[in-house]
């Protein structure tokens, strides 16, 4: 098994402005075929950002495709260079900074749902107090994949 | 935390949320909780295909919260052996009906017509099954799933046509690759026109103090992945013990008249795993990924035209329908699982029975008048492929008799000896000496998971143990179980789940019990357990033990029936039953 380096994801941080012009980096299905559904990255994803056990509270989604039989389909924000979330949300609720990151301001999300309209991968959902679900690519997920689908990689701009 | 229990009654179709805070309180969750809801909703003496007899699903307060707590417990009278039924299943049903809310799941009743049930959170509906009735296991699963909703964090659980046709080992398929197999439930759900359950929800699981909740989480994630603790389910997985049990003379072959089989390298877990294993997949949270799937690909023309088969295998049915049907090709074995999960029948029950009617048709106790023409023979999977077909179908009176299980079969047609069940429910795959005997003999659903004798006459092969230390071993193993069968934990991990662990645990949840709480607690489950048994009419003084065991070498040679009736003498001090 491909050991997983558990527990060092922790909550994102807000990079130091002396490193802002290293490239970005985002969340990337390396190995899609690998995955086995056991759904760690979802848990793991709601458990280190919301502090709960959950599958809706989770930015990213394993989906079957015909049950157990088929193949997992594994959903993830492919951090866009032009991202269509943002140009949707009309109360500027998702920002794109000057790295390329873009920044959700939970407090500014009214629930409308325009972003979850504008992601045709259904990257985003919203959330059971109509707060939007945004993949922050802080790798938590990556750090409880246990057959090495997830990874992280820089964004060449 | 946990407290909410869904009552669905089949005759009135309706159904009711009750806070049965007490219970949770009490027994914990999980089987603690499950058994009490059976001695509640069970009336003594219940035939277990009447509409009296209750179905009840239970999950307990770590399921959904940490790595390998996968399981869901089903409790019911046992038609097969008319005592305690109790199985376990994995999949996605233990997650499925935590995020819809319910901790436990009471069915009363039968309906009047095909049925399945439909729950999403809070909403329950009882629809029209009628459609669907008489189609088999597999395929039940894809059509569910077009109708229903909650795509990706659903739960589908089905009979085929052994349960329907009341087969008294049938199961229920859970999301296709995982059962509850044992004991007969799919028999009770074939009794009240229930052909399916399909589960969803949408509610979290908030923690009390979720820093220390990932704290304990990391901990346990990282034994479960990065130590041994799981590695023989994650590589070759439980077909492993095919060549460890051959070699230690413990693999029952051609219905226990051998230990090893000359042909288990054949079907071994390696070879499986080489040359048919194409993917694992796991329970809802479970990193391990235990479910071996292999890929049977038969030729059906000479056009380079093939079907494929998608199979689950693991070591039970491979001892089953394998080297206890003498069965000497993974092709073979595939098939004959796939026929199983088919017709929704228990593929250990099946092996056994087949073993019994292969050895009685041998020794002249039943004829080909009785198989209808079929001359059953040790690795004849055509011969058994038909025979499984007969017995769903039930097709004459020595079939009928086969669906009933291998105690009432033989009870009418003689070669008790060689009929191997205890405690009513045919033996799984080990015969490695006087502590599995005891062990399925005593254990509350006579399962080698109950307290895993096996592994107690293994240590004993190294270093001899004596009958005393085999029992204390036995009662220790009976009442840890029960506590871990509350939380529930999948017992591939009872490793990572140490007392120590699981105080831990809960203790991040909001639940503090210390070491003597939980001893406490699983004797008392265990007693409960036994309460029901008794009431029901389980005798353990006159348990019938076949006496093939006394004559095939096993593990730890040849067994004595002294040792055996000692040890059930001791057993029976120790629990203060003498």
């Known amino acids: ?157 | 935390m946990l407290r909410r229990v869904l009552y669905i009654d089949l005759d009135k179709k309706e159904s009711f949320v009750e806070d049965r805070g007490d219970l949770f309180e009490e027994w914990l969750g999980g089987t603690g909780v499950a058994t009490q809801l059976l001695l509640e909703e069970c009336p003594q003496g219940t035939d277990p295909l009447s509409p009296e007899a209750p179905i009840i699903f239970g999950i307990g307060p770590l399921t959904a919260l940490f790595p390998a707590m996968t399981k869901t417990v089903a409790t019911f009278k046992s038609p097969l052996n008319g005592e305690l039924g109790e199985s376990y299943a994995g999949g996605r049903l233990a997650m499925s009906m935590r995020f819809a809310g319910h901790e436990a799941i009471v069915i009363r009743g039968a309906a009047d017509r095909p049925c399945y049930i439909s729950i999403r959170d809070g909403e329950v509906k009882i629809k029209d099954a009628r459609s669907i009735w008489g189609i088999p296991a597999t395929v039940v699963g894809y059509i569910l799933r077009d109708v229903e909703k909650g795509v990706g964090r659903r739960s589908i659980i089905r009979i085929g046509p052994g349960g329907e046709q009341l087969v008294k080992y049938a199961g229920v398929v859970v999301d296709t690759y995982r059962h509850f197999g044992r004991l007969g439930l799919g028999a009770v759900f074939g009794s009240k026109n229930l052909k399916a359950m399909v589960v969803s929800g949408t509610e979290d699981v908030e923690v009390p103090d979720p820093k220390r909740y990932r704290e304990i989480y990391n901990q346990l994630y990282r034994t479960v992945v990065k130590t041994d603790a799981m590695e023989k389910y994650h590589d070759i997985g439980t077909p492993i013990n095919i060549n460890v049990l051959n070699q230690l003379k413990g693999l029952p072959t051609r219905n226990f008249q051998d230990s090893s089989f000359e042909a288990a390298e054949k079907i071994s877990g390696e070879v499986l795993a080489d040359n048919y294993l194409f993917r694992r997949v796991s329970c809802a949270h479970c990193p391990i990924g235990c479910i071996h799937i292999g890929m049977l690909k038969t030729s059906f023309s000479r056009h380079h035209e093939y079907e494929i088969r998608k199979i689950s295998y693991d070591f039970e049915l491979i001892y089953a329908l394998g080297s206890n049907l003498g069965v000497t090709s993974p092709e073979g074995i595939l098939e004959l699982i796939e026929a199983c999960e088919r017709q929704g029948i228990d593929a250990i029950s099946t092996g056994v029975v087949l073993a019994w009617a292969t050895e009685a048709l041998e020794r002249g106790l039943i004829t080909t008048e009785d198989t209808l023409g079929l001359a059953l023979k040790w690795d004849d999977v055509e011969g058994y492929l038909k025979a499984i077909d007969e017995i769903v179908k039930k097709k004459n009176e020595f079939y009928s008799a086969l669906a009933e299980g291998v105690e009432v079969a033989s009870e009418k047609y003689g070669g008790r000896e060689f009929a191997m069940a205890l405690g009513g429910n045919e033996v799984p795959g080990y015969h490695t000496g006087p502590a599995s005997i005891v062990g399925l003999t005593v254990g509350v659903r006579h399962s080698h998971l109950d307290n895993a004798g096996y592994g107690i006459d293994q240590k004993a092969a190294k270093k001899s143990l004596s009958p005393e230390e085999m029992v204390d071993a036995i009662i220790q193993e009976d009442d840890a179980r029960g506590v871990y069968n509350s939380l529930i934990g999948c017992l591939f991990a009872r490793g990572v789940y140490s007392t120590e662990n699981i105080i831990e645990a809960l203790g991040s949840v909001g639940i503090e019990r210390s070491v003597e709480d939980l001893e406490i607690l699983g004797r008392k489950i265990f007693e409960e357990k036994y309460r029901f048994k008794v009431r029901e009419g389980f005798d353990l003084k006159k348990a019938r033990i076949p006496a093939r065991f006394y004559e095939t070498v096993s593990t730890v040679g040849m067994v004595d029936p002294e040792t055996v009736e000692t040890m059930m003498k001791i057993y029976r001090e120790r629990r203060g039953w003498a």
């Open chain 1, 1 to 157: 098994m491909k050991e997983a380096e558990a527990g060092t994801g922790g909550e994102s941080k807000e990079a130091p402005p002396e490193r802002a012009k290293r490239k970005r980096r985002r969340l990337k299905v390396a190995h899609p075929e690998r995955c086995i559904g056991c759904l760690s990255c979802m848990f793991a994803c709601s458990r280190i950002n919301a502090g709960r056990a959950s599958l809706d509270r989770s930015a990213i989604r394993v989906k079957t495709q015909g049950g157990l039989e088929g193949d997992f389909a594994v959903v993830i924000c492919r951090a866009c260079k032009d991202p269509p979330c943002v140009a949707a949300c009309p109360r500027g609720a998702l920002e794109k900074r000057g790295d390329g990151r873009v920044v959700f301001k939970k407090d500014l999300c009214d629930g409308c749902g325009a972003c979850a309209d504008a992601c045709l991968i259904r990257a985003i959902s919203m959330d059971a107090e109509g707060k939007a679900i945004k993949c922050k690519h802080c790798g938590a997920c990556v750090a409880f994949c246990p057959h090495g689908v997830l990874e992280m990689e820089e964004v060449e701009e």
